[in-house]
C-alpha cells in the first residue's frame, strides 16, 4: 500500500473503487441515498470550508463531515467562483474546489466507515473525527479492509455527489 500524507478526496474515492468488489461497489448504492441537510461553514482566514450533512438511507440518519483545506475565498463574487451561504448565513464566495488537488479530512457515523476506512483515514490523517480506539480481533472472520486502504463510505459518496450538483466541488 502506497502511504499517504493527508489526502484528496480523488484519491480516497479511487482507493474505495479499488478495495471493493465490483458488484458491490459503492458507487452502485447511492442512488436511493437522499442528502437532507446541507450546511456549508467558510473559515476563511484558515482557507477551510466544512460541509456538514445529514444523509438518509433506508430511513436511518447519518452524519457526514467533510473538511477541504487550501480553499480559494473571494472577496467579490466572479464569473469564475461559486457563491454560497453559509451557516452564519453571511455569503462566501469561493472558487470551486478540485477534488484532484485539494486536501480533506472525511467522517460518516455509519458503521461501514466506522470499521471499514476510519482507522485507515486516521493514519493518513484524513479523518474529521476522532479516531477510533484499536481494534482487539476476536474472531475468526477476514479483516473487512484487508488492504488497510483510507477510503470513504457511500453516504460521503452522496454527499459529494450534492456539492457536485452544487459546483461547490468539481
Not at 450546511?39 to 477551510?48: C, G, M, N
Amino acid at each position: 500500500m502506497e502511504k499517504l500524507l493527508e489526502a484528496p478526496y480523488a484519491e480516497l474515492e479511487r482507493q474505495t473503487m479499488q478495495f471493493t468488489p465490483k458488484t458491490t461497489k459503492r458507487q452502485y448504492a447511492v442512488d436511493t441515498i437522499r442528502v437532507t441537510k446541507m450546511e456549508l461553514i467558510p473559515a476563511k482566514e484558515s482557507q477551510v470550508l466544512s460541509v456538514k450533512a445529514t444523509v438518509n438511507s433506508e430511513g436511518t440518519n447519518y452524519a457526514t463531515t467533510i473538511s477541504f483545506d487550501d480553499v480559494v475565498y473571494d472577496e467579490d463574487d466572479q464569473a469564475a467562483n461559486i457563491s454560497f451561504k453559509g451557516v452564519g448565513g453571511e455569503e462566501s464566495h469561493i472558487t470551486p474546489i478540485d477534488l484532484n488537488k485539494s486536501n480533506c479530512k472525511v467522517s460518516c457515523n455509519c458503521l461501514d466507515f466506522y470499521w471499514r476506512f476510519a482507522t485507515q483515514n486516521s493514519k493518513v490523517n484524513s479523518l474529521d473525527a476522532k479516531a477510533p480506539p484499536p481494534y482487539h480481533k476476536r474472531s475468526t472472520r477476514p479483516p473487512a479492509n484487508y488492504k488497510n486502504t483510507p477510503g470513504v463510505c457511500k453516504h460521503i459518496l452522496k454527499t459529494i455527489a450534492a456539492l457536485r450538483d452544487a459546483k461547490i466541488v468539481n
